[in-house]
């Protein structure tokens, strides 16, 4: 939340949220902003605990039943009449309050973007969006002109992971900034250009201080996909 209301200040475009700390909040955010495709998360979380999207019902195209929701865990998505009677009647909540947001959901491509940056200067960038099992590496010019100011704005220093999403209208929103090399950080090796080999060769003063526009003419877009292996480890004994 607060997270929202910096990059506002900054007129960075970023995904919309309303706090809500009790059931009374909810419901009346809920009777104003019910008309549109709505989700839920945590004030603070990590791995997407807490998320849900709310099927309210409006968005005609996209409706799942009750049993649907459990079947297909994965998508992430439930009633907004079980999740208010869920949140009112928990004793969890009751004994711990948590806020939470409630938020539009953002129907468009999501990105991660790996972006190597000094002092709020971005030095060096990839981006990243997937389709299915297949990860597009790039450097695409719409995303960026949304993480550029980001960076800045932040002051954000070192090897970082920024995820966007895309609304109705094609618009790219920042979702947030996790202050740390990402988990497919080694994704961007396949496109040319190594973040991490061209982040610590300069800060240990083997290179000189890398360029966006240089850097960038280093990226040829590919498409990979991860696979997962399997080894043997054989048992060893103490002696």
């Known amino acids: 939340f607060s997270f929202m209301k910096h990059c506002h200040a900054h007129d ?3 995904a919309e949220a309303w706090r809500f700390d009790n059931i009374e909040d909810l419901e009346n955010l809920l009777d104003k902003h019910g008309h549109q495709p709505l ?4 004030v603070t979380g990590i791995f997407a605990q807490g998320f849900w999207r709310l099927d309210t019902g409006k968005a005609t195209q996209d409706q799942y039943d009750d049993f649907e929701h459990l079947y297909f865990t994965t998508a992430k998505k439930i009633h907004y009449k079980q999740f ?4 009112k009647n928990s004793q969890m909540v009751h004994d711990r309050p948590i ?3 409630l938020m539009p959901y953002l129907s468009g491509q999501e990105y991660s ?5 000094e002092y709020g200067e971005v030095l060096a960038a990839v981006t990243r969006h997937k389709t299915g099992k297949i990860q597009h590496i790039g450097y ?3 995303v960026m002109d949304v993480v550029i100011p980001l960076i800045k704005a932040f002051g954000c220093d070192g090897i970082v992971s920024v995820q966007t999403k895309a609304d109705d209208e094609g618009q790219h929103r920042v979702l947030e900034i996790n202050s740390r090399p990402s988990g497919g ?3 961007t090796a396949h496109s040319g250009l190594d973040l991490t080999q061209v982040g610590f060769a300069y ?3 083997f290179t000189d201080k890398p360029t966006l526009k240089d850097s960038t003419h280093k990226i040829s877009p590919c498409q990979i996909r991860a696979i997962t292996t399997s080894v043997r480890v054989e048992e060893t004994i103490a002696g």
């Open 12 to 14: 960075i475009p970023v």
């Open 113 to 117: 973007i790996d972006v190597l940056c």
């Open 203 to 205: 800060w240990l003063g």
């Open 39 to 42: 989700c839920v998360k945590p």
């Open 140 to 142: 695409e010019q719409p």
């Open 99 to 101: 806020p939470m947001l």
């Open 84 to 87: 208010i009677n869920a949140y």
């Open 185 to 187: 950080i080694g994704y």
